[in-house]
């Protein structure tokens, strides 16, 4: 037995990047290859390997903590055998630099015309099988853009066919053109030269969606309707639900009728549940199934987990789910595909104030609900003023698939729907 320095490799461009999860422990046994920690940097998250069969003996590192090349991950107790000699790290690191090159020469002899501009270095650090790798060389996709949806960001052949579906590819002249209108304007002076600042990392789950909601504000023409929705009577069913049991009063959020009550739409108006993935080719995609996507405010930053098959289940359903799903969202425990697939979404400001808002949409979707906070309001009703209460909308469309009338129809469909007797039958 000898004590082996196990430290970071060479592994590109990865520079003081956060360690995100140790996967061993001291005391065990480990072999060649096997994984001990992920590191993650704003592109991709990479699982750093063994160099040696062996023991743990002293782990070097936590969660959180900050490792370029070179840092020590651990002690092992490596195993000396005919068929594995102890190596140098230097000699470890000097294999995977070649390991690297090679990958990058296949890089450059596979490239295609469509005009991406790769980070070879980093090629060979994406999370993802040789068969995923090899299919995003052919279609000259640089594999660093894309956010896979298996565990650490592992990219499957079906985010990379996702990705090359929800990407505009623009030619090189009409890149350099974009360029140059997008060039980022530099601040002067700094902001310390005013007073006093700090400085903060940005959170991991807003990095993460700042690229999403960037593809949609910029790709989709968004228009907004606002209206608004008279729930007097749900609201009035829903303060006199009681568990029929214990007598006590259910505790059901609004937001269970209004997805119902979207779903009901959302089968009389079918484009409202579309994507136009391949709107140059002049197709766009009916979804058949019902899962409407609820943005949750967590301290990490915006989350859209999915309500799935929101028309088969009843109102008490989806009231308990929501509040699993909100809590997975706030506890970083939800998984990553429960963020896809969506129909529709909705967000809603209604638990905190306001009243009207412009939502963006969640791409690839082609809508989104906006909801804020009901009032009650005196209202013209048959030639008198009544009191009633109001639910404030605001319906964020894709003009391309979807013009103003039809998303006028829509709001009136989705109000008769919140509104008189309609509450009674969701909750049957």
Same mark, same amino acid.
């Not at 974009?178 to 700090?198: A, L, N, P």
């Not at 007797?421 to 909750?427: D, E, G, R, S, T």
């Given at each position: 037995?000898?004590?082996?320095?196990?430290?970071?490799p060479?592994?590109?461009d990865?520079?003081?990047?956060?360690?995100?999860e140790?996967?061993v422990k001291?005391?065990?046994?480990?072999k060649?290859n096997?994984?001990?920690?992920?590191i993650?940097s704003?592109?991709s998250?990479?699982?750093?390997?063994?160099?040696?069969?062996g023991?743990?003996?002293?782990l070097k590192?936590n969660v959180g903590?900050k490792?370029s090349?070179?840092?020590?991950?651990?002690?092992?107790?490596?195993?000396s055998?005919? +068929?594995?000699?102890?190596?140098?790290? *230097?000699k470890?690191?000097?294999?995977?630099e070649?390991i690297?090159?090679? %990958?990058d /020469? @296949?890089i450059?002899?596979?490239k295609?015309?469509?005009?991406?501009n790769?980070d070879?270095?980093?090629?060979?650090?994406v999370?993802?099988?040789p068969?995923?790798r090899?299919f995003?060389?052919?279609?000259?996709i640089?594999?660093n853009?894309?956010v896979?949806?298996?565990r650490?960001?592992?990219v499957?052949?079906?985010d990379?066919?996702?990705?090359?579906?929800?990407?505009t590819?623009?030619?090189?002249k009409?890149?350099?053109i974009e360029?140059?209108?997008t060039?980022?304007?530099?601040?002067?002076?700094?902001?310390s030269?005013?007073?006093?600042?700090?400085?903060?990392?940005i959170?991991?789950?807003?990095?993460?969606?700042?690229?999403y909601?960037m593809?949609s504000?910029?790709?989709?023409?968004h228009v907004?309707?606002?209206? +608004?929705a008279d729930?007097?009577?749900m *609201?009035d069913?829903?303060?006199?639900?009681?568990d029929?049991?214990?007598? %006590?009063? /259910? @505790?059901?959020t609004p937001?269970?009728?209004?997805?119902?009550a979207l779903?009901?739409s959302?089968?009389?108006?079918p484009?409202?549940?579309s994507s136009?993935?391949?709107i140059e080719?002049?197709?766009?995609?009916?979804?058949?199934?019902?899962?409407?996507?609820i943005?949750?405010?967590?301290p990490?930053?915006l989350m859209v987990?999915?309500?799935?098959?929101?028309?088969n289940k009843?109102?008490?359903t989806i009231?308990k789910?929501?509040?699993?799903?909100?809590?997975?969202?706030?506890?970083?425990?939800i998984?990553?595909?429960?963020l896809?697939?969506g129909s529709?979404t909705?967000t809603s400001?209604?638990?905190?104030?306001g009243s009207?808002f412009?939502?963006?949409?969640?791409?690839?979707?082609?809508?989104?609900?906006?909801i804020?906070k009901?009032?009650?309001?005196?209202?013209y009703?048959?030639n008198?003023?009544?009191?009633?209460t109001?639910?404030?909308?605001?319906?964020?469309?894709?003009?391309?698939?979807?013009?103003g009338?039809?998303?006028?129809r829509?709001?009136?469909?989705?109000?008769?729907n919140l509104?008189?007797?309609?509450a009674?039958?969701l909750?049957?």
């Amino acid at each position: 037995m000898s004590t082996i320095e196990v430290k970071v490799p060479n592994i590109g461009d990865f520079k003081n990047v956060e360690v995100i999860e140790v996967l061993v422990k001291e005391g065990q046994e480990v072999k060649k290859n096997d994984a001990l920690i992920t590191i993650e940097s704003d592109k991709s998250s990479v699982e750093i390997p063994s160099s040696h069969n062996g023991k743990i003996k002293s782990l070097k590192l936590n969660v959180g903590d900050k490792v370029s090349e070179g840092d020590k991950i651990l002690d092992l107790e490596a195993e000396s055998s005919n +068929e594995e000699k102890t190596e140098p790290q *230097e000699k470890v690191v000097a294999k995977q630099e070649t390991i690297v090159a090679k %990958e990058d /020469k @296949k890089i450059s002899d596979q490239k295609t015309s469509v005009p991406i501009n790769f980070d070879n270095k980093n090629a060979s650090m994406v999370l993802a099988s040789p068969k995923a790798r090899k299919f995003a060389r052919e279609l000259g996709i640089d594999i660093n853009q894309i956010v896979g949806s298996e565990r650490n960001n592992r990219v499957t052949e079906e985010d990379i066919k996702y990705f090359v579906a929800s990407r505009t590819f623009k030619n090189e002249k009409s890149e350099i053109i974009e360029e140059k209108k997008t060039k980022k304007i530099v601040q002067e002076y700094s902001h310390s030269e005013f007073g006093e600042i700090e400085i903060k990392d940005i959170p991991r789950v807003k990095k993460l969606a700042s690229n999403y909601l960037m593809n949609s504000w910029s790709s989709i023409p968004h228009v907004t309707n606002h209206d +608004e929705a008279d729930i007097t009577e749900m *609201e009035d069913f829903r303060s006199s639900l009681t568990d029929i049991y214990t007598g %006590e009063k /259910k @505790k059901i959020t609004p937001l269970a009728f209004i997805i119902k009550a979207l779903v009901a739409s959302l089968k009389k108006f079918p484009s409202f549940n579309s994507s136009i993935d391949e709107i140059e080719n002049g197709k766009m995609t009916l979804k058949k199934y019902f899962h409407i996507g609820i943005a949750v405010d967590t301290p990490h930053g915006l989350m859209v987990p999915k309500i799935r098959n929101a028309d088969n289940k009843s109102i008490s359903t989806i009231s308990k789910e929501l509040k699993e799903v909100s809590d997975l969202c706030k506890n970083l425990k939800i998984d990553k595909k429960e963020l896809f697939g969506g129909s529709m979404t909705i967000t809603s400001l209604g638990g905190i104030g306001g009243s009207f808002f412009t939502p963006i949409i969640n791409f690839p979707e082609v809508a989104i609900l906006g909801i804020g906070k009901s009032e009650k309001k005196q209202i013209y009703i048959n030639n008198k003023f009544e009191t009633r209460t109001m639910l404030p909308i605001s319906l964020s469309y894709d003009h391309r698939i979807i013009d103003g009338a039809e998303a006028a129809r829509f709001n009136n469909d989705l109000k008769e729907n919140l509104g008189k007797n309609f509450a009674y039958k969701l909750a049957v």
